[in-house]
Structures are given as structure tokens and as C-alpha cells.
């Protein structure tokens, strides 16, 4: 099993910064993928950013220029640094892993409990 252990959200005001962190646990050989969702109130659950381990990333249009992927691969925590938090940012932040079990297994997405982060305007 992996624990994917959330923290960091809050309320901010618009313009603001936070930054999530999310650390991984358990019995694994390698994580290549982590990332972040996000689910605002009454919508569907949409990407935020992701980051491979060799350090590829990509992000939603809608928060490129403001937020930014990081990873320390050797504690198994993916961040997400949030600046100029605009209202439209407020959703239960997800963190998601793609752990491979073995050398010769597929990757299985395991995800975090979610975290709140509020932007007042």
C-alpha cells in the first residue's frame, strides 16, 4: 500500500501565495508520476500540474505562470508553490502518485485525502 499524506491548503486572500506539499509513503520501487488535481465546488475534478521524476512537467492553462511543480525525489514529496491566488483557485487539492510496485510492474494512481484551499476576494 502507499499513503499519500496532503498538507499546506487554506485561506488566502486573492493575490496571495500557498504552497502544498504532499509526501508518499509505503512499500514501492519508484514513483514516476506525481501531480496535483484540483475539484472546485460543484465541478468535476480537473489536472493542475504533474511532474515526471526526470523532471517534465506540465500544467493546466489556467495556472501556468502562477503556480509551479517541484519534487524531492528522494523523499518522495511533490510540491505546489501558488502565487497571484486568483477566487476561480478555491477546490479540494488532490495529490496523485503513480507508484510502480515492482521493476516489472504498471503504474497504479493512488491519491491523497485532499486538502481545502479558499481564495477570498
Known amino acids: 500500500q502507499v499513503q499519500l499524506v496532503e498538507s499546506g491548503g487554506g485561506l488566502v486572500q486573492a493575490g496571495g501565495s500557498l504552497r502544498l506539499s504532499c509526501a508518499a509513503s509505503g512499500s514501492f520501487f519508484r514513483i514516476n508520476l506525481m501531480g496535483w488535481y484540483r475539484q472546485p465546488p460543484g465541478k468535476q475534478r480537473e489536472l493542475v500540474a504533474g511532474?515526471?521524476?526526470?523532471?517534465?512537467?506540465n500544467y493546466a492553462d489556467s495556472v501556468k505562470g502562477r503556480f509551479t511543480i517541484s519534487r524531492d525525489n528522494a523523499k518522495n514529496t511533490v510540491y505546489l508553490q501558488m502565487n497571484s491566488l486568483k477566487p476561480e483557485d478555491t477546490a479540494v487539492y488532490y495529490c496523485n502518485a503513480d507508484p510502480v510496485l515492482t521493476p516489472w510492474s504498471t503504474p497504479v494512481r493512488y491519491w491523497g485525502q485532499g486538502t481545502q484551499v479558499t481564495v477570498s476576494s
Open positions: 511532474m515526471t521524476s526526470g523532471g517534465s512537467t
